[in-house]
């Protein structure tokens, strides 16, 4: 099982940035996945979710009409649209597949998920 984060890296402020996290070896069909973020010294957060199934999203407040998360089924792939970004939001980005589409999503919490990638460097600075 294997799941593959990539478009993390250098922004300036105000900039945008895709990520990609692509699973193999297991399908996303009939999970939730979240994307959090961990900045040095601080704990990790949530920044979306998606249910696979039904296609509902959550984001936390401080992320709302900044981010956007969005999935390719045919690619088992989820993606992570981020704007308007600002140097707080420098940090390691990880996306995390539940073991099933059975959680709430609004939530957002790190212990419902049960595979995770290795994370990728978000960086927004000038």
């Known amino acids: 099982l294997q799941f593959v984060e990539s478009g993390g890296g250098l922004v300036q402020p105000g900039g945008s940035l895709k990520l990609s996290c692509t699973a193999s070896?297991?399908?996303?069909?009939?999970?939730?996945i979240g994307w959090f973020r961990q900045a040095p010294g601080k704990n990790r957060e949530g920044v979306a979710a998606?249910?696979?199934?039904?296609?509902?999203?959550y984001y936390p407040d401080a992320m709302k009409g900044r981010v956007t998360i969005s999935r390719d089924n045919a690619k088992n792939t989820v993606y992570l649209q981020m704007s308007s970004l600002k140097p707080e939001d420098t940090a390691v980005y990880y996306c995390?597949?539940?073991?099933?589409?059975?959680?709430?999503?609004?939530?957002?919490?790190?212990?419902?998920?049960?595979?995770w990638g290795q994370g990728t460097q978000v960086t927004v600075t000038s």
């Open positions: 070896g297991f399908t996303l069909d009939d999970r939730a």
């Open positions: 995390a597949a539940s073991g099933s589409a059975r959680i709430r999503i609004a939530h957002m919490s790190p212990a419902q998920y049960d595979y």
């Open positions: 998606i249910n696979i199934p039904d296609g509902g999203t």
